[in-house]
């Protein structure tokens, strides 16, 4: 009798667990979400753009991608510094490496080294960015 609750019990726990990761893990992103790869700053103050300099992004793999930020009249920023970070919100973790901007590589685009994404879902990258236009931030969504 002892068994057959502490197996009524596993069995409970099991059925649980699997729920919640198909119900979080193997979420499909929501609707509302923007994949776009080109965006303005938080308060206007730049139009910010990000490709990754080789597709498909691989998992596991340590790639570099190109950030482009101008003005909203299209000119572009020159020597701006940037904070970066993002992660993974559905799961409440970060990003696996320190991704720096490594590089300006002149007519407002910079080079993004140490970008890794670890697994399968909904990402974010995100940017702080410092020029003589003033600071401001953006983030972008991301589905692998």
Same mark, same amino acid.
């Given at each position: 009798?002892?068994? !057959?609750?502490?197996?009524?019990?596993?069995? *409970?726990?099991?059925?649980?667990?699997?729920?919640?990761?198909?119900?979080?893990? =193997?979420?499909?992103?929501?609707?509302?979400?923007?994949?776009?790869?080109?965006? *303005?700053?938080?308060?206007?103050?730049? @139009?910010? *753009?990000?490709?990754?300099?080789?597709?498909?992004? !691989?998992? =596991?793999?340590?790639?570099?991608?190109?950030?482009?930020?101008?003005?909203? &009249?299209?000119?572009? @920023?020159?020597?701006?510094?940037?904070?970066?970070?993002?992660?993974?919100?559905?799961? $409440?973790? =970060?990003?696996?490496?320190?991704?720096? @901007?490594?590089? $300006?590589?002149? &007519? =407002?685009?910079?080079?993004?080294?140490? @970008? !890794?994404?670890?697994?399968?879902?909904?990402?974010?990258?995100?940017?702080?960015?410092? *020029?003589?236009?003033?600071?401001?931030?953006?983030?972008?969504?991301?589905?692998?």
């Amino acid at each position: 009798m002892k068994f !057959k609750w502490l197996y009524l019990i596993g069995l *409970a726990a099991l059925l649980a667990l699997g729920s919640y990761f198909l119900s979080d893990m =193997g979420m499909k992103p929501k609707p509302e979400l923007d994949l776009s790869r080109s965006r *303005a700053s938080e308060n206007g103050v730049y @139009v910010v *753009a990000v490709a990754p300099e080789a597709e498909p992004i !691989k998992l =596991g793999e340590l790639h570099s991608w190109i950030v482009t930020v101008q003005t909203p &009249d299209g000119m572009a @920023v020159e020597d701006a510094s940037f904070e970066v970070d993002g992660g993974m919100p559905d799961h $409440n973790h =970060g990003l696996p490496t320190s991704p720096k @901007v490594t590089e $300006n590589l002149g &007519d =407002g685009r910079y080079r993004l080294e140490g @970008v !890794k994404f670890s697994m399968t879902g909904w990402w974010e990258l995100s940017f702080d960015i410092s *020029a003589a236009p003033g600071s401001d931030s953006v983030t972008f969504n991301m589905v692998l």
